[in-house]
């Protein structure tokens, strides 16, 4: 069975500051990854998706990289703002349409 | 276009009362899910739907019937609700190529007393 892990569970960095968000899977036969973001009471959106053949994505500041090999995928943000404020969340497809796995986030918060 | 669209956005049930989630998308994917987010368990896939007509069941499936007779409708049937059944309840929905991302609603918050 798929296990997805995100650490850390919460973090809170000062603006301006570059971050890494961590991702890790147990079974490496995916399809792809996706990162999405949630803010507080409203539903995912989607920020990368990164392919089983690739292994980084870019959209603007955001960075992700995928090591299907290690089961790891990590999202890099370059210069928070604090309106970064969210909880991240990684998703992994395999096995098929919607066996898809997701982690249970990174809560971040950029102080001011 | 709306996107995907869910109705109620919160809704507060009794044990054994039965309730349906609305769920609709306007952009003809083919592929449509629910899922339920509860705190540190992430979001669970509760049923999906391949096409009309088609559905199977995800991870949680019980306690919970689902449909599809259109291409733009997906709702959820809470047969007999549970203060188990508390959660908040997404409905997402994509094309049929595992290449495209999911598109999400906005969520119903449900509460089960």
């Known amino acids: 069975k798929q296990e997805v892990t995100q650490i850390p569970a919460a973090l809170s960095v000062p603006e301006g500051e570059n971050l890494v968000l961590n991702c890790s899977f147990t079974?490496?036969?995916?399809?792809?990854l996706q990162w999405f973001r949630q803010d507080p009471g409203k539903g995912l959106t989607s920020l990368l998706l990164?392919?089983?053949?690739?292994r980084e994505q870019t959209s603007g500041r955001l960075n992700a990289s995928l090591d299907k090999s290690s089961g790891r995928s990590t999202l890099y943000i370059a210069a928070s703002q604090p309106g970064d404020s969210a909880t991240y969340l990684c998703a992994v497809s395999a096995g098929g349409y919607q066996k898809v796995t997701f982690g249970t986030g990174t809560k971040l918060q950029v102080i001011p | 276009n709306a996107g995907v669209t869910q109705t109620p956005k919160f809704q507060v049930l009794k044990t054994g009362q039965s309730m349906t989630l609305q769920c609709a998308q306007d952009?003809?994917?083919?592929?449509m899910s629910w899922y339920r987010q509860d705190p540190g368990m992430g979001l669970r896939l509760i049923h999906y739907?391949?096409?009309?007509?088609?559905?199977d069941q995800g991870e949680v499936p019980n306690g919970y019937n689902v449909s599809r007779s259109t291409t733009e409708d997906f709702p959820l049937r809470l047969l007999s609700a549970a203060p188990s059944q508390t959660s908040v309840y997404f409905c997402?929905?994509?094309?049929?190529?595992?290449?495209?991302?999911?598109?999400f609603g906005p969520g119903t918050r449900l509460l089960v007393l």
């Open positions: 952009m003809n994917h083919e592929y």
């Open positions: 079974d490496s036969a995916i399809y792809n």
């Open positions: 997402a929905s994509r094309p049929a190529t595992l290449q495209e991302t999911q598109y």
């Open positions: 990164i392919q089983s053949s690739q």
């Open positions: 739907s391949v096409g009309a007509g088609i559905t």
